[in-house]
């Protein structure tokens, strides 16, 4: 029995170290989104088209993209679940996020001064603790403790595992939205906004992983309760049972909303059990996904957001049947011209060798490490 657990084990350890083209996909469509949320929040879309007949429509596509946060953080449990721990993936992003912050300031200091003081110039360079992108501060924690996460999880079993997953869903979504006592934030989630909330999404992607939740669900199955829930979702918002439920309409709109979270579950799993086929799609997709991070990291950029404030407002102007099919295009729009500036920047950081200066950034960190325990333990040891 435990050479057949063990040999399942390393199936699924295989399994997880081949790409998976479709969770590439679905990482490029998640981005997408968060651009799509975008629009319709800082773009003020949706409150340009709030007293309109078709505001429920648009508001069902904001909720939909709503939950592209919560599958970007399930997709770096899901696929560093098996991974190694490397210091350099690390100081690499950091390099990338203190690059475009500080070069999107220069650009800014001509384009649109009044957005760029002094204080974006020092968040710029300093990412994490000024918390110029929370996304990113956030993740950074998720890093340094998924070796943690990634051992805890591998020591379980499927059935303690999926207990697990069930459980994060209970007490951290339905447990924080439907609390009959809710008073505040019992669990500090910052409706989140937080890198507590982020654990929790890369321990549910985590799990889906180990348990290998996917494998025996059809995706008409997974078709039919993301209907079911969104429908249920649309319903919550617009009856009054939010004051009867516990919850508020903030939280319904967050990334903590439970029926929105199943949601993107079971769409998570509809894009793992894709078998995407040709090498034109599997080349476009490996070229893109792994640019999506910066597409967040310039578009939320202060110089960016500013000049996003209220612009797509205009929308509004047109006939109702082009509003969704208008945000769509320009989410596209901003999505690969952003990706096309990132590409630039890999290439400059290629010719820079900033892959060898990440090397050696994590082989001098270590050396450090290793040095400053053996002085600890031996004047321990004394």
Not at 64 to 71: D, M, S
Not at 238 to 258: D, E, F, H, M
Not at 339 to 351: A, E, G, K, P, Q
Request: charged fraction near 15%; proline fraction near 3%; include cysteine.
């Amino acid at each position: 029995m435990a050479k057949k657990a063990g040999a399942a084990l390393a199936e699924r350890k295989q399994n997880s170290l081949q790409r998976n083209y479709g969770i590439d996909l679905l990482r490029c469509v998640a981005m997408f989104l968060i651009v799509v949320i975008h629009i319709y929040n800082q773009g003020g879309l949706l409150n340009a088209i709030s007293k309109k007949e078709t505001y429920y429509v648009n508001y069902t596509v904001r909720l939909i993209a709503l939950g592209a946060v919560n599958l970007y953080a399930m997709i770096s449990g899901y696929v560093m679940l098996h991974g190694s721990f490397k210091l350099r993936r690390l100081i690499g992003l950091w390099l990338q996020v203190v690059f475009w912050g500080l070069a999107l300031c220069a650009v800014g200091r001509f384009v649109l001064p009044e957005a760029i003081s002094k204080k974006e110039w020092i968040c710029a360079a300093f990412p994490i603790t000024q918390k110029e992108f929370w996304y990113f501060s956030a993740y950074v924690g998720v890093f340094f403790l998924s070796p943690i996460i990634n051992h805890g999880i591998l020591a379980l079993n499927r059935p303690q595992a999926f207990g697990l997953l069930i459980g994060c869903i209970g007490l951290f979504s339905f447990g924080t939205v439907f609390g009959k006592f809710y008073q505040g934030d019992p669990f500090v989630m910052g409706s989140g906004y937080s890198v507590l909330w982020l654990l929790v999404m890369y321990i549910v992607g985590a799990c889906l992983n180990h348990t290998d939740f996917f494998r025996r669900k059809e995706a008409g199955e997974l078709l039919l309760v993301m209907a079911i829930l969104l429908v249920l979702c649309i319903v919550w918002a617009v009856l009054p049972l939010r004051g009867i439920l516990g919850a508020t309409k903030k939280q319904i709109n967050s990334y903590l909303n439970p029926l929105m979270l199943i949601f993107d579950i079971c769409l998570f799993g509809l894009f793992a059990k894709m078998k995407l086929q040709g090498d034109f799609l599997r080349k476009l997709i490996g070229f893109l996904a792994p640019l999506t991070f910066s597409v967040y990291i310039i578009h939320v950029h202060p110089l960016c957001w500013a000049l996003m404030k209220f612009r797509f407002t205009f929308i509004a102007e047109y006939r109702e049947l082009f509003y969704v099919p208008l945000v769509i295009a320009f989410a596209l729009a901003i999505y690969l011209v952003c990706s096309l500036l990132d590409y630039l920047r890999v290439l400059l950081f290629r010719l820079l060798r900033m892959e060898k200066l990440c090397a050696a950034t994590e082989n001098f960190l270590r050396k450090n490490l290793l040095k400053l325990y053996a002085g600890f333990a031996g004047h321990r040891s004394r």
